[in-house]
């Protein structure tokens, strides 16, 4: 364990993102408490402060090697509760309603619903000595010193509608796209922090199904992505031994129906027919529920030129994605870890130095989703020649991937941002795909 920095460290919300940063500041604080405004810890339903958790989500690539490095008891605790591992490239991936050839890649995956990932990883968070879950309290402002350059502490509201002020010396701020940061800082003085949107208009309607034999059998999942010239798309998958989950998506105002009838029919307007023909006559679990997602949103805290020491903000309050990209948990992890880098040679005092540490985690997944829903003409936004060119030859590229598996596995280590977009001008890359001859 490393040296303590400080006392005491305050998470706001007990989602994934901040479980995983209270997994990291259990090292360096003697006291870690993380403060949600739901019932959390035993909980493995869809709760009222993450409504999003109903529908489809995975720990990919990248976001699976850091949550097994943070917890290596996790593998056993999945097999235990008999949830998939698979490779991301065994599953079925269709771009442009053609599957890309299924390969072996190393690259693995967690498939459950997301309130079981949290469960299992809150447990396993909240076993360490020095964590501390208050559940059912609300954060409702920050504390500050007599200059308000440093933030000192936090004020709740109880269950009871008592006020709660608890000093710390670090608060983190997970409390996801809905944050009120923004609005907390100009209470106090500051700018708020500059945002991009890129509108969709992006509407999920999920369902489970009672898995029957032969379901999914031979592959975790079967996922045609949406694409220009097929915006209907679907992430169909095992979560469980005899639990499968469709989300169906659509965007601008093409919104799956909820009704049994309506759901099925969109599911069969599907561009390949594999996920109809598995659902039409299973027996569902529950009923269909919609989550509407109208932009995704990044904050600038990095171009602020002044903020509050102490503070740090993570996960959706920073940047929330287009979840088909299946980006958010990922890059949430991945500013876990800057954290727990700046945390590992001190305080985290510099505070622009890891925002901009935090900055450089979202750029490569924020461009990946923009310049892809920029290649649909209804979402507004700028497309250079750089945009234009780079969809094209992702195009390309997932064409060639139809029949050449080492396309798969580029394409899907960048997808699971395990490497950069820019490894897939790798020459190698480009020969392959400029030799594919398109059917």
Not at 89 to 110: C, D, H, P, V
Not at 116 to 139: C, G, H, K, M, W
Not at 324 to 343: E, F, K, N, P, T
Request: hydrophobic share 40%; proline share 7%.
């Amino acid at each position: 364990m490393n040296q303590f920095v400080g006392d005491r460290a305050i998470v706001l919300g007990g989602s994934v993102i901040g479980t995983l940063a209270a997994r990291v500041l259990s090292e360096t604080y003697r006291e870690v408490i993380v403060v949600d405004r739901d019932k959390v810890l035993g909980v493995r339903e869809v709760r009222r402060g993450a409504p999003h958790a109903a529908h489809a989500h995975a720990f990919h690539s990248r976001g699976f090697r850091i949550v097994h490095e943070l917890f290596p008891a996790l593998p056993a605790e999945l097999e235990r509760a008999e949830i998939p591992v698979p490779d991301l490239g065994e599953m079925r991936w269709y771009f442009n309603a053609r599957l890309i050839r299924q390969t072996k890649t190393g690259l693995l995956s967690i498939g459950a619903q997301r309130p079981v990932i949290e469960d299992i990883l809150r447990s396993l968070t909240a076993s360490l000595p020095n964590v501390t879950y208050r559940e059912q309290v609300e954060f409702v402002g920050y504390l500050t010193d007599a200059t308000r350059e440093r933030i000192t502490g936090v004020r709740l509201l109880t269950a009871e509608d008592s006020v709660l002020e608890l000093e710390t010396d670090l608060v983190v701020d997970a409390t996801g796209r809905g944050s009120r940061t923004p609005a907390l800082l100009a209470a106090l003085g500051y700018e708020r922090p500059p945002e991009e949107r890129m509108r969709i208009g992006l509407t999920y309607t999920t369902r489970l199904f009672h898995r029957r034999e032969g379901m999914l059998d031979d592959t975790q999942s079967v996922n045609p992505v949406a694409s220009p010239a097929h915006p209907r798309g679907a992430f169909f998958g095992r979560v469980g031994p005899k639990t499968c989950i469709l989300s169906l998506t659509g965007i601008f105002g093409d919104r799956p129906p909820k009704d049994p009838e309506g759901f099925l029919a969109y599911a069969k307007s599907l561009p390949v027919s594999e996920v109809y023909e598995a659902v039409r006559d299973a027996e569902p679990m529950t009923d269909a529920v919609t989550f509407g997602f109208p932009a995704s949103v990044r904050r600038h805290y990095e171009r602020l030129v002044r903020f509050p020491d102490r503070l740090v903000v993570l996960g959706d309050a920073v940047c929330s994605f287009n979840p088909v990209y299946g980006q958010g948990m990922m890059v949430g992890a991945m500013q876990v870890i800057a954290l727990r880098d700046r945390l590992s040679v001190g305080t985290p005092s510099d505070s622009l130095g890891l925002r901009q540490d935090i900055a450089a985690v979202v750029d490569d997944p924020w461009t990946i989703s923009t310049n892809g829903d920029l290649d649909y003409p209804g979402v507004p936004g700028e497309r250079t020649p750089d945009v234009l060119e780079g969809n094209k030859f992702i195009a390309r590229l997932t064409d060639a991937a139809t029949s050449d598996p080492a396309l798969t596995e580029a394409f899907l280590k960048v997808a699971g941002l395990v490497e950069p977009p820019a490894s897939l001008m790798n020459p190698d890359v480009v020969a392959r795909v400029e030799k594919h001859v398109p059917a």
